[in-house]
């Protein structure tokens, strides 16, 4: 069974300061990383994707990835109260011509202006 | 405007019924997904197909059915339904073959509640 696992929060941080979130996944075959953001009652939306070792940055959100230890972490920079919501870390498994995509099961984020 | 629609919104039914819920792509995406997400159990791929006839298991598929006849639609459906299917269901497309996940669109979502 293939397992991603997030801290379930919520994290709280200040405004303006920098939020981390993390997510272990226990597939090491895993090929591809991605970190959806989600508000209440709403649809999950694509926020990073990352597939190599090392970091991704993109505006304030910059993506951490460490296949060795199976580790891949998100981190929000001069967080804003927009940013709260629940953030999910979602793995790809590929193989045989399938595609299966497995998701932690979030961890809430609350900014406090 | 390109999007995920998924229909109904809402539902509410009794054990037994039969229901469909559909979903349909104006992108042209290959690749198609359904999910569904609980408190508690965050969301969980049901089933997902890479193309027209073709569809896969995911992690829960039992007691639901989809099929892929057009590429533009790939429908849910719940020959039986049982209170446990009461969740919270999502449709998602995405455009690239060679990663489908890059681009991946959801659906507003389906809120079922199975009495």
Redesign the interface.
């Given at each position: 069974q293939k397992e991603v696992e997030q801290n379930s929060g919520p994290l709280s941080v200040p405004e303006g300061a920098i939020a981390s979130l993390n997510c272990t996944y226990s597939d090491r075959g895993s090929q591809?990383f991605?970190w959806y953001r989600q508000y209440s009652g709403?649809?999950?939306?694509?926020i990073m994707?990352i597939y190599s070792n090392g970091d991704k940055e993109d505006g304030r959100f910059t993506a951490q990835l460490n296949k060795a230890s199976q580790y891949v972490s998100l981190l929000i920079r001069d967080s804003q109260p927009s940013d709260s919501a629940t953030y999910?870390c979602?793995v790809?498994n590929s193989g045989a011509?399938?595609?299966?995509?497995?998701?932690?099961?979030?961890t809430k984020l609350s900014v406090i202006p | 405007e390109a999007q995920v629609t998924q229909n109904p919104r809402y539902l509410i039914t009794v054990t037994g019924k039969k229901l469909t819920v559909t979903c349909s792509q104006n992108m042209n995406h290959e690749?198609m997904?359904w999910?569904r997400q609980d408190p508690?159990?965050?969301?969980?791929?049901i089933y997902?197909s890479?193309n027209v006839e073709v569809t896969?298991k995911?992690?829960v598929p039992e007691g639901y059915k989809v099929s892929r006849k057009e590429k533009r639609n790939f429908p849910l459906i719940l020959e039986s339904p049982s209170p446990n299917q009461t969740s919270l269901y999502?449709c998602a497309s995405s455009l690239v073959p060679g990663?489908?996940?890059?681009?991946?669109y959801?659906?507003?979502?389906t809120r079922l509640t199975v009495t």
């Open positions: 591809s991605f709403k649809s999950p939306e694509l994707s999910l979602a790809v011509g399938s595609y299966q995509l497995t998701f932690g099961k979030g | 690749y997904s999910y508690g159990l965050g969301l969980r791929q997902y890479m896969d995911g992690d999502f990663n489908p996940f890059l681009e991946q959801f659906g507003p979502g």
